[in-house]
């Protein structure tokens, strides 16, 4: 029996490999198996098998986990990955007590990005856009959403699609392409966001015949669109066979959340102040909530989403870093999964639900990502842990030792001694 890479020696391996996506109680149900060993074949899991079952496997890479946690790639379902410029000097705004929204209005917040992007040429937001997805696979990140919405203008926002296609198909990463062309409402259409929004979705059959985006996603909120606004929106975009996503309920309870589950949207993403109506409602559909407990936290608010309800509800979570240049500066997952134990309350299981196979489900991924199984994707993390529960306890810093990409070792921590 041949394969080409063997890991061996696995601690506690962690499969995720259920039916999802994975709701309420479930998501507390962890299956381990201990003391494992991986043959990988041709960029795929060949066989998942106890260690004392292997003796007569022929290998050219034996990887010894040294009795570490592993668990499949992490999934990432929600970030703005192609952006110009930054905005570091919102700090002191937000530091005198500011409102994100209030920045907005200003022309700054998003606005400024959008500038940024603007001028940006293409190699540079495909290079920096590079960078980030290496320091999300150094993290242990292996699968990829990314938004546009820095453009706000037809040419800006199919530049920033194509670097995203482009990115996807030079850096190993998978990389699931999302259009927010509804992200804000520029300056010029101050006081018509509709006439906006016509000339966004516009963009869809150009989106689609390049095959640009698989989703469309609007920021639903006070002073950017209405839950009027939105639905009309979307109604278009599923017309046209795009799977939907929606900024909800993030700063103003506008009922976004419910809007998602009424529009059959594959996520509602934020949901940080969700009514009791939006919470039920999300608990009885196939919506899945991605919570974004960093935006909370970077955004210096006490308000999180309740998350803990929804799942006691039925609710199937994910989460996210949301990683963009205003609201949630992080590639580092391992980080969100800390701040989900410590403010949003949900115990380890849950969290390795939320960040593997529900977050692949969010973005229409459930059938390769985020689970091990004979015949998926061999992507693999050994983690610097000698348990599942260790990650959220140990925060803030990179517990990723391997990190392997469809049979291939993209990462290992590299020593000092
Ligand atoms: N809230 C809307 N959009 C982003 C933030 C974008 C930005 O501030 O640049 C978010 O998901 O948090
Ligand atoms: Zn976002």
Request: glycine content about 10%; overall charge negative.
């Amino acid at each position: 029996m041949f394969v080409d890479t063997l890991i061996t020696n696995i601690g506690q391996l962690l499969t995720m490999n259920k039916q999802g996506p994975v709701k309420g109680v479930e998501m507390n149900d962890l299956t381990i198996l201990e003391n494992a060993a991986i043959g990988i074949k041709d960029g795929k899991i060949e066989w998942i098998k106890k260690a004392d079952e292997i003796s007569a496997v022929k290998t050219d890479k034996l990887i010894d986990a040294k009795g570490k946690l592993v668990t499949p790639g992490l999934v990432e379902p929600h970030t703005h990955l192609v952006f110009g410029g930054s905005r570091e000097q919102e700090m002191a705004l937000k530091q005198q007590g500011v409102p994100y929204l209030e920045i907005l209005k200003q022309g700054g917040g998003i606005l400024s990005t959008v500038n940024a992007t603007k001028q940006a040429s293409f190699e540079e937001l495909l290079e920096k856009a590079l960078f980030h997805l290496d320091r999300m696979a150094m993290h242990g990140i292996t699968t990829v959403e990314a938004k546009s919405g820095y453009g706000l203008d037809k040419e800006t926002e199919l530049k920033q699609l194509r670097v995203a296609k482009e990115a996807g198909s030079k850096h190993p990463l998978d990389l699931v392409s999302t259009f927010l062309g509804a992200h804000a409402v520029p300056p010029e259409f101050k006081d018509n966001p509709k006439a906006f929004l016509d000339q966004m979705s516009g963009l869809f059959d150009e989106i689609k015949k390049d095959d640009l985006a698989e989703f469309v996603d609007i920021f639903t909120e006070t002073g950017v669109f209405s839950v009027e606004q939105s639905r009309g929106y979307l109604q278009k975009a599923k017309e046209k066979g795009f799977g939907l996503k929606i900024h909800a309920d993030e700063i103003d309870p506008l009922g976004g959340t419910e809007l998602a589950v009424e529009m059959g949207a594959v996520s509602g993403d934020h949901l940080a102040v969700t009514s009791d109506e939006g919470i039920k409602q999300l608990a009885a559909s196939d919506t899945i909530g991605v919570i974004l407990p960093g935006t909370s936290f970077y955004l210096g608010k006490d308000v999180y989403a309740r998350a803990r309800e929804m799942i006691d509800a039925g609710a199937a979570i994910a989460i996210s870093t949301d990683f963009n240049p205003g609201s949630s500066v992080t590639e580092n997952l391992q980080l969100i999964m800390a701040i989900a134990a410590l403010k949003l309350k949900l115990s380890p299981a849950e969290i390795w639900h939320a960040v593997t196979i529900n977050s692949a489900y969010a973005i229409g991924r459930g059938h390769e990502a985020g689970s091990l199984a004979a015949g998926r994707k061999a992507d693999i993390v050994i983690w610097d842990a000698p348990n599942y529960l260790y990650l959220p306890y140990h925060y803030g810093v990179n517990h990723a030792n391997t990190v392997i990409k469809d049979g291939v070792t993209l990462y290992e921590r590299p020593g000092i001694r």
